[in-house]
C-alpha cells in the first residue's frame, strides 16, 4: 500500500498534448472559483490541447505515477482495438441498413418482424409509443453518427431523405421530451455538421439550412407544451393541434428529467435561427423547477404537476424520471456559461451523495424524508451517472459504480432494466440502452486505462452474440431467458453504437475535432461555439441567492484517484462476478505505449528518456546515469534491446500482413509492375507463401454488392470483382460476389481520401461462419484511385492479388535475374567479338519461366 504521506509529498510533472509545460503539481487541495472551475470543467469534458487545466485534470492524466502495488490490466494492442473499431462499425452498418431496407421511413424498425413500426398502423404499446410522431424518427436520431463514421457520402443521401420524406403536420400526440432530444437535437447536429462539411470538406454545396428550418418548425409546435402555470412544459402534445387535443386537457403530470431535458436544444435552436423564445421557455421551465427542489435536502421529487408545481412522487435518485435533469445543469453551465447551473447542479450532486448514494450503490429515497429508502432496486438508467461525474471531476466515485454495474453486467451478461440490493434480476428487459458504454467511453477518455477498452469489448460481444438477429440488433425480453423482443430503439443507432465505434476509435481519426462539441443526452453535438452567439433577451445575471461554497471544488488527494485501487475492493462485490488474476511482472517492450503515464514512469526510472519524433513516432535513449538504482539501469537495457527486436518484428509482421493488388505498368508486354496496398480478411483463403490469384477486373453491379445476386454475374465470372464498401458487411459482399463464380473480391473504401499511408490498415471481420472459398482484400480509396485509373486505360487490365512481402521477393528475384543475364550476355558478346570480328553471329537466350512461376 502506499502511505498517504508518500502520495501526498510527489512532485510530477507531466506535459499534456504539448501544450503544457512541464510544472510541479502540489496535491494539496486547494479552493477555486467558479470562473476557474468552468474553465477546468470544459477541458476535463473537452481534452482541448488549448486549455490549461487545473490540479485534478492533471492528476487525472498522471493516474498511473502512483507507486502503488496493483492489479494490472491487459492491454489491448492497436492491432486489437482498430479491429474492434471496425466491428463495431460493421454491427452499425449491420442496424441501419436492416432500418433503411425494411423500415424506413417508419420511426423504428421491428427487427424480429422486419419491419417498420408506425404510430397507428402497428399495434399500440400504450404510453410506450409517445416516442413515436411518424417522422422517420431513428433516420434522424442517427445522421451524426454517419458523420462520425466518416461516411460522407451515405450522409448526404440521407440527409436529402428528411428534407425529402419527413414532416411534422401530424395528428399525433408525442412526448415533448423525447421529440425534442431525438428530433430537434438531430435536427440541429445534422444541420451544424452539414454547414461544416461544407465548408471544411467542400460537399454538399447544395444545402441551404433546411434541417435547421426544420428543427424551427418542430420547435414552434412543442411551444404551447410551456403554456402552464408554473411554465413546466406538459409531457405530451399533439403535433397539429397542440394543447386542444381533448385527450390532453387532463393531462397534468410530467417527470422531472421531462421538463428539465430542453435546455441544450432549445439554447441551440434560438441561437441558431436567431428567435429567442425558445431558450427563454427552456430557461423558465429550470428555474420553476429549482424552486421546486425540497429546501431541507436539496433533493428533487420524480413526478409533478406542471400547474400546481405539487409532487406526485417524491422519490429522488438518479435513475429514471430524474437523470438527464442532473445531466443538463451541468451541460448547460458548459455550454451557455451560466454559473447558476454549476451552483445548482453542486447542491444537488451533494444531496444525491450525501443521501442517495451508498458506496458504489444509489437507491432512491423520499425528497423530504431523506434518510428513508423509497424502493429496494435499481434501473439501468443510472449508469449514465459515472459518465457524469468524470465531466465534473468527481472520479473515484464514478470508478465505484461503474465497477459494480459492470459486475452487474458480467453477472447477467446485460445490465437488467432493474435489480435489487443483492444484484438479482427485478426487471429482465435489456432494451440495449447506451447509458453504461456512454459511461465507459468518458472513463476511458479520463484515465487512459484499458481496463475499460476491456468493459467495452465485452459489451461488444455480448450484443453481437444475445442480440444480433438477421434483420438488425433485437432488445432482449429477459436476460434470464435471452428471449428477444420486436423493438430496436432509435437510440441504439445515434448512441449504443456511436460510443461503442468512439471508444475503440483515436480521436485523430475523426474528421471532426470532438474538442469543440458537447454531447446532448442522445449523443448529439452540439458546437461550444454556441455561447458566442449569446442570446440579448435572457438575462444571466437574475438575482438568486447562493452560497459560496456552492463554487467550490478542491482538488482531491492523489492517493485516492488511481482506478485499479479503486476497483480492487469492489471486486467480489456482485455474486457469481470472478476477480482478474493477480500478476507482477517487469515491463515488457511489447507492452509499451508511449500514451500511459504508468509505462512513462517506468521507463523514466530505468534510465529512458523519451524524445517525440511527430507523427505518433518516438526515440529512445538510454543512460545508466539517469537510472533509478543499478537494478533498474540494467532492466533498462533489457528493454532496450527487447525493443530493438521488437521493431524489426513489427516490420516484418506488419509486411506479412499486407496484400498487395498488382498490375502491369505499361500494359500485358511490359516486365514492370505497380503494386498497390491492400488488407487482409478474417475469412476466405489465405494468399500466403508464393499462392496468388490473377486475373481481369470488373465492377460489381450493384456497386455494393449487397443484393442477394450480381446483375453482372455472367461477365463477372472467372474475373476478380471490384465492390464499394457500404450497406452490407464484407463477408456478405464475398458471399455474394461468390456465388457468380468469381476468382477474388476487391472491397474499395467509401471514405475520400483515406490512404494506406495515414491510416493503420486492419484485417476484415467475419461472422464466424467459414463458408467464402474467394480471396477478399480492402483497398482504401487513394489506392484504389490508381487502380481505377489504370483500368481506364487499360480495358480489360489483368492484377494479380498476392501477399506484399512475397510481391518483394519477386521483384527482387526478377531485378537480379534481369541483372545477371544482362552480364552474361555482355561477357559472350566480347568472346565472339575476339575470336570472330568480321563474322555475324546469332545469339540465343534460354527461355525465362512464365511469371505465374515464383
Known amino acids: 500500500m502506499c502511505s498517504p504521506q508518500i502520495v501526498g509529498n510527489l512532485e510530477m510533472s507531466t506535459q499534456l498534448n504539448g501544450a503544457l509545460k512541464s510544472r510541479a503539481i502540489n496535491t494539496t487541495p486547494t479552493p477555486t472559483t467558479a470562473k476557474t472551475i468552468r474553465k477546468a470543467y470544459t477541458s476535463i469534458f473537452l481534452f482541448s490541447p488549448t486549455h490549461y487545466l487545473f490540479c485534478l485534470l492533471l492528476i487525472l492524466r498522471i493516474l498511473s505515477f502512483a507507486v502503488c502495488e496493483i492489479i494490472p490490466t491487459e492491454i489491448l494492442t492497436r492491432k486489437e482495438r482498430e479491429e474492434l473499431r471496425e466491428e463495431a ?51 434522424v436520431d442517427t445522421l451524426d453518427t454517419l458523420v462520425l463514421l466518416g461516411d460522407l457520402s451515405e450522409f448526404e443521401i440521407s440527409v436529402k431523405h428528411v428534407i425529402r420524406d419527413v414532416q411534422f403536420d401530424n395528428d399525433i400526440i408525442v412526448s415533448v421530451f423525447e421529440t425534442n432530444i431525438r428530433m430537434v437535437g438531430g435536427l440541429l447536429s445534422a444541420h451544424l455538421l452539414s454547414e461544416y462539411l461544407q465548408k471544411n470538406v467542400d460537399i454538399m454545396p447544395w444545402y441551404r439550412g433546411e434541417l435547421l428550418e426544420m428543427a424551427r418548425d418542430l420547435g414552434y409546435r412543442l411551444l404551447p407544451a410551456f403554456n402552464t402555470t408554473t411554465g413546466i412544459p406538459h409531457a405530451r402534445i399533439n403535433l397539429r393541434y397542440g394543447m386542444k387535443d381533448d385527450q390532453l386537457k387532463r393531462s397534468t403530470e410530467t417527470c422531472t428529467a421531462c421538463a428539465g431535458t430542453m435546455l441544450l436544444e432549445f439554447a441551440a435552436l434560438s441561437r441558431l435561427t436567431g428567435d429567442p423564445i425558445f431558450e427563454a421557455r427552456a430557461h423558465a421551465a429550470m428555474d420553476a423547477l429549482w424552486k421546486l427542489r425540497n429546501r431541507g435536502s436539496d433533493l428533487m421529487g420524480t413526478v409533478l404537476n406542471v400547474h400546481s408545481g405539487d409532487w406526485v412522487r417524491r422519490d429522488s435518485g438518479v435513475g429514471a424520471g430524474i437523470d438527464s435533469y442532473y445531466e443538463y445543469l451541468f451541460k448547460s453551465y458548459i455550454l451557455l456559461g451560466d454559473d447558476k447551473y454549476l451552483a445548482r447542479f453542486n447542491r444537488h450532486y451533494n444531496a444525491v451523495m450525501k443521501y442517495v448514494s451508498d458506496g458504489p450503490l444509489f437507491l432512491d429515497v423520499l425528497m423530504h424524508r431523506p434518510h428513508a429508502k423509497s424502493r429496494n432496486f435499481m434501473d439501468a438508467l443510472l449508469a449514465f451517472w459515472p459518465g457524469l461525474q468524470v465531466l465534473s471531476g468527481h472520479l473515484k466515485p464514478a470508478v465505484q459504480t461503474h465497477e459494480m454495474l459492470y459486475q452487474v453486467m458480467q453477472m447477467h451478461n446485460f445490465i437488467p432494466e432493474a435489480f435489487t440490493m443483492d444484484f438479482q434480476i427485478h426487471w429482465g428487459q435489456h432494451h440495449l440502452r447506451p447509458e453504461f458504454i456512454e459511461s465507459t467511453y468518458f472513463l476511458y477518455r479520463a484515465t487512459g486505462d484499458h481496463h475499460y477498452l476491456q468493459v467495452g469489448k465485452k459489451v461488444l460481444k455480448a450484443l453481437q452474440k444475445y442480440a444480433k438477429v438477421p434483420c438488425g440488433y433485437a432488445a432482449v425480453n429477459d436476460v434470464r431467458t435471452g428471449k428477444h423482443e420486436d423493438r430496436m430503439d432509435s437510440f441504439v443507432l445515434s448512441e449504443t453504437f456511436k460510443y461503442l465505434y468512439l471508444l475503440f476509435t483515436e480521436p485523430r481519426d475523426l474528421l471532426i475535432n470532438l474538442d469543440e462539441f458537447i454531447f446532448t443526452t442522445e449523443a448529439h453535438l452540439l458546437p461550444l461555439s454556441l455561447a458566442q452567439l449569446g442570446n440579448t433577451s435572457y438575462n444571466f445575471r437574475q438575482a438568486e441567492e447562493h452560497n459560496i461554497m456552492d463554487f467550490m471544488r478542491t482538488c482531491p488527494s492523489s492517493n485516492k484517484l488511481f482506478p485499479e485501487k479503486v476497483r480492487q475492493p469492489l471486486r467480489n462485490l456482485v455474486t457469481g462476478s470472478c476477480p482478474r488474476s493477480p500478476a507482477t511482472k517487469k515491463l515488457l517492450a511489447v507492452d509499451f505505449q508511449a500514451s500511459n503515464a504508468d509505462h512513462l514512469r517506468t521507463v523514466y526510472d530505468m534510465g529512458i528518456t523519451m524524445v517525440s519524433l511527430g507523427d505518433g513516432k518516438v526515440r529512445l535513449f538510454h543512460s545508466f546515469y539517469n537510472a533509478k538504482s543499478p537494478e533498474d539501469g540494467e532492466m533498462g537495457l533489457m528493454f532496450m534491446e527487447e525493443m530493438i527486436e521488437l521493431t524489426k518484428m513489427q516490420s516484418l ?43 481481369e477486373v470488373i465492377i460489381a453491379d450493384p456497386i455494393r454488392a449487397c443484393g442477394p445476386v450480381l446483375r453482372n454475374a455472367e461477365k463477372a465470372r472467372a474475373k476478380i470483382v471490384i465492390a464499394e464498401r457500404g450497406d452490407c458487411t464484407f463477408v456478405s459482399k464475398a458471399r455474394v460476389v461468390q456465388s457468380a463464380g468469381v476468382l477474388a473480391l476487391i472491397v474499395c473504401d467509401n471514405t475520400p481520401g ?36 489504370a483500368m481506364h486505360s487499360k480495358p480489360e487490365m489483368q492484377v494479380r492479388i498476392m501477399q506484399m512481402i512475397e510481391f518483394k521477393r519477386w521483384q527482387m528475384t526478377k531485378e537480379s535475374k534481369a541483372k545477371n543475364e544482362t552480364l552474361t550476355l555482355k561477357a559472350t558478346e566480347s568472346t565472339e567479338e575476339t575470336k570472330t570480328p568480321t563474322s555475324t553471329t546469332m545469339h540465343t537466350t534460354k527461355k525465362t519461366k512464365p511469371d505465374k512461376e515464383l
Open 89 to 139: 462499425r460493421d454491427m452499425f452498418y449491420h442496424a441501419y441498413y436492416a432500418y433503411m431496407d425494411n423500415g424506413y421511413p417508419a420511426d423504428e424498425l421491428m427487427p424480429l418482424s422486419c419491419k417498420g413500426r408506425y404510430r397507428g398502423v402497428t399495434p399500440s404499446r400504450g404510453d410506450m409509443d409517445d416516442v413515436l410522431g411518424n417522422f422517420s424518427m431513428t433516420l
Open 653 to 695: 509482421n506488419q509486411l506479412a500482413q499486407l496484400q498487395a493488388v498488382a498490375y502491369k505498368k505499361d500494359g500485358s508486354k511490359s516486365n514492370d509492375w505497380v503494386a498497390l496496398m491492400a488488407g487482409p480478411s478474417h475469412f476466405g483463403p489465405e494468399l500466403i507463401e508464393d499462392n496468388f490469384v490473377e486475373g
Open 754 to 789: 483515406s490512404s494506406g499511408e495515414f491510416q493503420p490498415m486492419f484485417a476484415m471481420s467475419g461472422d464466424g461462419v467459414n463458408d467464402v472459398h474467394i480471396p477478399v482484400v480492402f483497398m482504401f480509396s487513394q489506392e484504389f484511385n490508381k487502380l481505377s485509373a
